[in-house]
């Protein structure tokens, strides 16, 4: 099994982090691949929260908050021809919060045989995401 890991220092609160990645509509904001990303559950974002997904290049995909413990980690996983499960961890430190992701991609079907190519475009790109994320925090206003 693949699991990528990238982290990034964000000069924010750990709640601030939480608040605001945890929602995945937020996606939309710091992802430029991201093309749709609308809640499809009712309430507040917690465990069991549903959302109609579309990056670039992929179909439409339902995904779900499988594992939710604030102010601390989240887990997101999707279904598609590549599911994905998505946590991230959040750890307090003097600069504000270190985030811990880690992207676990399993190919199926005819995805198998692209899988090779899939990861070398998608090791690059979660990585550039952590910037992405951190700067959308860290300008948004306090």
Not at 79 to 101: D, N, S, Y
Not at 110 to 116: A, E, S, T, V
Request: glycine share 4%; net charge positive; proline share 7%.
């Amino acid at each position: 099994m693949v699991v990528l890991h990238n982290s990034v220092l964000i000069r924010r609160s750990p709640e601030e982090v939480f608040n605001y990645l945890s929602d995945l509509r937020a996606e939309l904001e710091w992802n430029p691949k991201c093309e749709v990303m609308e809640k499809i559950t009712e309430g507040p974002v917690g465990l069991g929260t549903k959302y109609r997904a579309k990056w670039k290049s992929s179909p439409y995909v339902e995904v779900e908050i499988v594992r939710y413990d604030r102010p601390r980690s989240w887990t997101a996983h999707n279904g598609g021809p590549i599911e994905v499960t998505f946590t991230c961890r959040l750890e307090p430190v003097a600069e504000g919060t270190l985030l811990h992701a880690e992207f676990t991609p399993r190919p199926h079907g005819w995805f198998r045989l692209i899988f090779p190519i899939f990861l070398l475009v998608v090791r690059r790109e979660e990585k550039a995401n952590m910037t992405h994320l951190r700067d959308a925090l860290e300008q948004a206003r306090r």
